[in-house]
């Protein structure tokens, strides 16, 4: 029932920016945290940031800690990933994901994802 759609993925050159969306639909059930996470071409799939419901707390991996910000408005069902300062490290295919509760940091612990944004940073 749950669904989760990323939009906003593209090319962009190195030091630049961009802002990746994601959009919630159907039926859910009480408050929920929402993730981002990003996996690169034969690695693992790693966690990227992440926001509780009230949009007060909110974590981030070393790598984007300074460069990324995510954010959330519950009135729109979505979750917004804010890159800059890109790096081409920071390629990779970008997830949204929903879990019920707080926010973790693994992506085990989500319970609903979207099918990813590509994201591709120039040198």
């Known amino acids: 029932q749950v669904q989760l759609v990323e939009s906003g993925g593209g090319l962009v050159q190195a030091g630049g920016s961009l802002r990746v969306s994601c959009v919630v639909s159907?039926?859910?059930?009480?408050?929920?945290?929402m993730a981002w996470f990003r996996q690169a071409p034969g690695k693992e799939r790693d966690f990227v940031a992440a926001?509780?419901?009230?949009?007060?707390?909110?974590y981030y991996a070393d790598p984007v800690k300074g460069r990324f910000t995510i954010s959330r408005d519950n009135v729109k069902n979505a979750v917004y990933l804010q890159m800059n300062t890109l790096k081409p490290e920071d390629t990779a295919v970008y997830y949204c994901?929903?879990?019920?509760?707080?926010?973790?940091?693994?992506?085990?612990?989500?319970?609903?994802w979207g099918q990813g944004t590509q994201v591709t940073v120039s040198s």
């Open positions: 994901a929903l879990r019920y509760g707080s926010a973790r940091d693994t992506r085990y612990e989500y319970n609903y």
């Open positions: 159907g039926r859910t059930f009480g408050s929920y945290a």
């Open positions: 926001i509780n419901w009230s949009g007060d707390t909110t």
